[in-house]
């Protein structure tokens, strides 16, 4: 069957550094587009970054030059280098995998329905 499994959160200081992967299965991952989302308490999913098969990227303003996201699709992969963290990244971070769709970068990679498949998350904390 399908999953997603996120790894690689924990609690960081502010500036801090934390890379999260996100481990492909049960689907054919290189032909997928794919994105990072985060959770607040409190506030609404949000996306962070996507990233379509053939490794075109987009960025939440929020993050743009303090995150990188990244695939490997030998490995079935996704990651999220995430750099000068601040107190505002602390949430639930899920990766996702939608069916790239023509101009999926241009809007629909912030749009939950446009995802098909979902991981459980993982915990990013980072203190000021």
């Known amino acids: 069957q399908v999953q997603l499994v996120e790894s690689g959160g924990g609690s960081v200081q502010a500036g801090g550094s934390l890379r999260l992967s996100c481990a492909a299965s049960g689907f054919i991952f290189s032909g997928y587009c794919m994105g990072w989302f985060r959770q607040a308490p409190g506030k609404q999913r949000e996306g962070v970054a996507g990233i379509d098969y053939v490794g075109s990227t987009v960025y939440a303003d929020s993050v743009r030059d303090r995150f990188t996201i990244s695939r490997d699709n030998y490995k079935n992969t996704l990651y999220l280098q995430m750099n000068s963290l601040t107190p505002q990244d602390t949430a639930m971070y899920s990766c996702?995998?939608?069916?790239?769709?023509?101009?999926?970068?241009?809007?629909?990679?912030?749009?939950?329905?446009?995802?098909?498949?979902w991981g459980q998350g993982t915990q990013v904390t980072v203190s000021a």
């Open positions: 996702a995998a939608a069916a790239c769709t023509w101009g999926w970068l241009t809007s629909a990679w912030r749009a939950v329905p446009s995802y098909d498949y």
